[in-house]
């Protein structure tokens, strides 16, 4: 008996079903990101160290792409890391006055679309491991911000539980008489150490807190390695007090933070080598980046800003332009890009390697520099940047290679031997002639400071008419 045909279009309904009951994460990438906190523009060999050795971190410039013109939307810790996972400026989210303490009573607003929750949604298995400081309660943990886990510190490895109360000597000095306690971690510190909500260790110790976070995000993706992950491996180190495990430690505190940054480097290195094991390095990307400048008055337990001005909690160079490294497919390998770009567009650009777009109903201020990445362009979609002080103030806006900040006051806690002595309240730069921002040209180029001023006040208009409330604790 002769069997009927079914025609042809019937039969590509057919396909066309089958292909979309098929894995949403059949063939989506995987995503790492490897967060420091306060490490320095400077404090890679492959951004120009001299003292410090990172050959598993520069194994990503080789691979990878190299950008140095990569910003953090905040000088200082918590609104930056708003900024990174929700692709907004920090005031956007009202997360931009300065950073939250074990008494804080507000966070990230679960409401808020984060990297997690994009990820999440297209069916990818999300983890955090590390320090995420945007918030302590239940309700703004990374497990309410689309982390399926969460194992690490709820603020700053140099707060205490249950309010910040009893710590140790504080400076330089103090950091010495730390690092050569190394059981002070334990004797002289109350930082809890969370796993999803609950505080499973009090305090934490701190000298093995950089691997074991790195071995947690060995296991994350060793379980999940049929299904497409996401990670954030946001590091409590080199954060002051910086500590390391007895078994690399380098007794001289003057060596400390050398110490730190060269003992992070090897825990970056068993987790590329577990995605070459894992056969995962070809369909995982790698971004490596910190969350703002280093901590200068900090001296050998603070990091350098290389060629930069000053550091962590200012608007200059120093305080907000950040290595970053990324690896991943189509990335040209042993390239540089010097185009403006930052982590508020790692979300939307992420998006649009996944191909599902952001939701329609949340204004980001992120673009997609998808084809940065790629090097498929030469320019950035981005061509300005807004900066923002600690406390969450406008202080100025960067268009191509002009920068302009309009300041009170200088500030003086993070000076360095490079501050210029002819600074103003008004200070206009030609990054692509001075990078240290040495040379004020305000006074010779007035139309262009009233143009950028106009602009940077029109744009921050717009964010503050439509910020939106962080969550409260009531």
């Known amino acids: 008996m002769q069997m009927l045909q079914r025609p042809l279009p019937f039969l590509s309904f057919v396909a066309a079903i089958v292909l979309a009951c098929l894995p949403a994460h059949a063939s989506n990438p995987n995503f790492i990101i490897i967060f420091t906190d306060d490490q320095g523009y400077g404090d890679l060999s492959c951004f120009g160290s001299k003292t410090i050795k990172t050959p598993h971190i520069d194994r990503l410039a080789s691979e990878g792409r190299k950008f140095t013109s990569f910003m953090v939307a905040s000088p200082v810790c918590t609104p930056s890391r708003a900024a990174l996972l929700t692709a907004c400026y920090p005031k956007r989210v009202g997360m931009h006055q300065h950073v939250l303490f074990p008494s804080s009573r507000k966070g990230l607003h679960p409401g808020e679309h984060t990297i997690a929750d994009h990820l999440k949604s297209q069916g990818y298995a999300t983890a955090c491991f590390g320090k995420w400081r945007l918030g302590h309660q239940p309700e703004v943990l990374p497990t309410s911000n689309g982390f399926d886990t969460y194992y690490g510190i709820p603020y700053s490895n140099d707060m205490n539980h249950p309010d910040n109360k009893g710590k140790p000597r504080g400076g330089w000095q103090g950091m010495d008489i730390l690092w050569n306690d ?269 143009k950028l001023r106009q602009r940077m006040e029109a744009l921050d208009k717009e964010i503050t008419a439509n910020a939106r409330v962080p969550w409260t604790q009531g």
């Open 182 to 450: 190394p059981e002070s971690t334990l004797t002289k510190w109350k930082t809890p150490l969370f796993e999803d909500e609950k505080i499973v260790e009090l305090p934490v110790d701190q000298r093995t807190i950089t691997r074991r976070c790195t071995q947690k995000a060995i296991d994350f993706v060793t379980a999940n390695k049929e299904k497409p992950f996401f990670v954030y491996l946001p590091h409590s180190m080199p954060h002051i007090p910086l500590y390391v495990p007895d078994d690399v430690r380098d007794p001289d505190p003057k060596n400390a933070y050398i110490n730190t940054i060269e003992h992070i480097d090897t825990e970056v290195g068993r987790l590329l080598d577990a995605l070459d094991e894992l056969k995962l390095t070809s369909k995982t990307y790698v971004i490596y980046t910190t969350d703002n400048g280093p901590w200068l008055p900090f001296k050998h337990h603070g990091g350098s800003a290389g060629p930069l001005r000053e550091g962590k909690g200012t608007t200059f160079e120093g305080g907000q332009r950040v290595p970053c490294l990324i690896r991943g497919p189509g990335i040209p390998a042993g390239t540089v890009c010097s185009e403006l770009a930052g982590t508020i567009d790692i979300l939307p650009t992420i998006a649009a390697l996944t191909g599902k777009p952001l939701p329609a109903g949340k204004k980001v201020d992120g673009l997609d520099v998808s084809s940065l990445w790629m090097g498929k362009t030469k320019e950035s979609p981005r061509k300005e940047f807004l900066h923002y002080t600690s406390r969450g103030d406008l202080q100025g806006i960067r268009q191509g290679s002009w920068k302009l900040l309009v300041k009170n006051q200088r500030g003086r806690r993070n000076q360095n031997r490079n501050a210029p002595t002819n600074s103003g309240q008004v200070l206009l730069f030609d990054l692509s002639k001075d990078l240290g921002e040495q040379n004020n040209l305000a006074d010779q180029h007035p139309d262009l400071v009233k």
